[in-house]
């Protein structure tokens, strides 16, 4: 294979100029009209290289087709990776910062010296000894969620734009808005795209494939008390604030919660309260690796709180469960070489790959269940959603050399 003249670099560079966070109080498709600017200019780099039908939808979604050079019927592959970052913290006016030839030791950013990537805590940055590490400058994330996997697509793509010799099926592109809200599949065109299989670009720890996601459910807890005027409250007013903070007091301290669990805990999670002395609002985050799992946890849910709501007998509770995702590997095992091949790509990158799990969700997880299977590859991404986030440029590397093989492993075993 002709050597890659990467250019994942300089494209996630400029990428992370742009201000693209997506936001969950929004009722606009995309959330937010801003990630409509960077759409606009990876629109025109892949017409610049040549891809000939790249264009914007009015979603903001872009899509376009790398046609085959192949005589060989091969399924049609589709790279996928989102445009937004996560509303979580800001990414406005990032200034990305190149940390050349890591020589060891915490990390601290130059913008805001409290933020510090600390070597104990980040065991990855072990294996990033004499790499080039890009983070922030420490006041606002850096945007490998997924810009990296923007410009590891679009180099891969490139490469093979530049180099016809390297044989392989049609590929089709898609960046995606709003995945970092949960909405990244909810206007995706998949006839339209018109893919066999897909992945999307968008894990963390170099060499991953990622085959499993969580099950996701979201519950709204709805509390009615009896507002009074409190001069003349007594005996009559029911406190609905109160009441629910009963509920959250009661859930467990050191188990079932995000900050208490890892690999295939599930957890109770509520992310979201609003309310006054009448109304109530609990919104909760239910996740598991599994239906079941999930169900438990929504009945144990329910029970704790019709126990609090029998205390206060002039109160009422309304319950309601909201699917979200389910695990995309109950879809993806019933066609397993769609991780296999990808698992293939990545030994041919000399990296010994390891099959792991996503305590989140993707669009991918969405797609599979849609009928188009979509494992997840690494970025080489890491502290994703944080100001402490940081990506490797040889871990770039590997991803688009990754994705180049991937492409030549579909044309050899079809």
Known sequence: M??????????????????????????????TEKQKELAKVLVQELLDMGVQDAAMDENGYVMATLP??????????????????SPDVTGKDVKAQIHKNYDGGDIVLPGDS????????????????????????????????????????????NHLVKHPEIKHGTIKIAVTPDEEIGKGADKFDIKKFAADYAYTIDGETLGEIEDETFCADSVTMTITGVNVHPGYAKNKLVNAIKIATEIIEQLPKDSLSPETTEKREGYVHPHQFNGNVEEAVIKFLIRDFTVDGLNEKETYLKKLADKVLAEHPKASLDFKVDEYYRN???????????????????????????????RGGTDGARLSYDGLLTPNVFTGGHNFHSKQEWISIQDMQKAVEVIVNLVQVWVEKS
């Open 2 to 31: 002709a050597d890659i003249e990467f250019t994942c670099t300089d494209r996630f560079l400029h990428y992370t100029t742009f201000d693209t966070q997506s936001s969950e109080e929004s009722e606009t498709f995309p959330s």
């Open 68 to 85: 085959a050079n192949t005589d060989k019927t091969v399924p049609v592959v589709g790279l996928i990776a989102h445009m937004d970052t």
């Open 114 to 157: 409290s933020v510090v990537i600390k070597a104990d805590e980040n065991p990855a940055l072990a294996q990033q000894i004499g790499n080039d590490i890009i983070t922030s400058d420490g006041t606002t994330l850096l945007g490998a969620d997924n810009k990296a996997g923007i410009a590891e697509i679009f180099d891969a793509i």
């Open 328 to 358: 995309m590997k109950y879809k993806i095992d019933q066609d397993p070489k769609v991780v296999e091949y990808a698992l293939e790509a990545v030994r041919r990158a000399g990296i010994e790959p390891v099959k792991n799990i996503i």
